[in-house]
């Protein structure tokens, strides 16, 4: 997934963020733009919610039918001090990297890729193709890990746990006493949950905040329904949600401490200053090693121009 095209700063709000005055429960509607010929929901950044502990962008996308000539494919480009973390409920996907990675998705599994210093990956939609349905996360690394290494780790098989009403697939992190193996750098949870119909609570640690994003179905909270294309923010000091179905749902609950440093994003990229941000531009569109080659098909996608 490629981002903002516009200097995003993700760290406006942190001097005063949780008033008195401020709702516990916040509404949001996603902004819908295209990715790779597909049309996708973006819910974060919001310029109301820029992040929601380290998860720093969510892409929701599908479900869509695809062509011979209309697929998920999105060239070589680059990221630093991120990770990408991308799920899907339909479909597959291939994942090709300047380590050497080429990886297919499918759904119930987890690509996690760590941007460290820069990397270069690839999104492709396989020879086959038939129908995509997903959400594609980025997680801003803190300073002890944004310069380090890239990486990268597939994960075919996620733990579970069983709550009332539902089931919870833990992607990173630690809920409903179940402990996903994926690197997390800071406090965060990302799990996907699916409700059957009728009512289930879902315990939450108070020194978290939490978004959900209904990937599939309809839930209601507080006699307000969250569907696709909603974000739905809980900010810290709660225990639990409770969510109410009236059909087979599933959704994406994010959740960690609020993220604490200064951040900007622009493109695909997670900095702390512009001369940051610019720097890896350059690199890029000069053919670097610092992002090395990816071996696909596809072209590489040019950084735009940063406009300050």
Known sequence: MTG?????DLSAFHDDRYPSSRPAFELFQSRRTTVGNITVRRALPKRQRRTIGAWCFADHFGPELLSDKQGMDVGPHPHIGLQTATWLLEGELVHRDSLGSEQMIRPGELNLMTAGKGVSHSEESPGKRSSIHGIQLWIAQPNETRNGEPAFEHHNSLPEANIDNATATVLVG??????SSARSDTPIVGVQVT??????????RKDFEYGLIVLEGIVTHQNLAVTPGNLAYFPMGRNEIMLTSQEPSILMLLGGKPFSESLLMWWNFVA????ELDEARQDWNSHSQRFGIVNSKLDSIPAPTLQL
């Open 4 to 8: 903002p095209t516009t200097p995003e």
């Open 272 to 275: 702390r200053t512009h001369g």
């Open 195 to 204: 409700i059957g119909i009728g009512s289930t609570i879902l315990e939450l």
């Open 174 to 179: 630690s809920f409903g006493g179940a402990t």
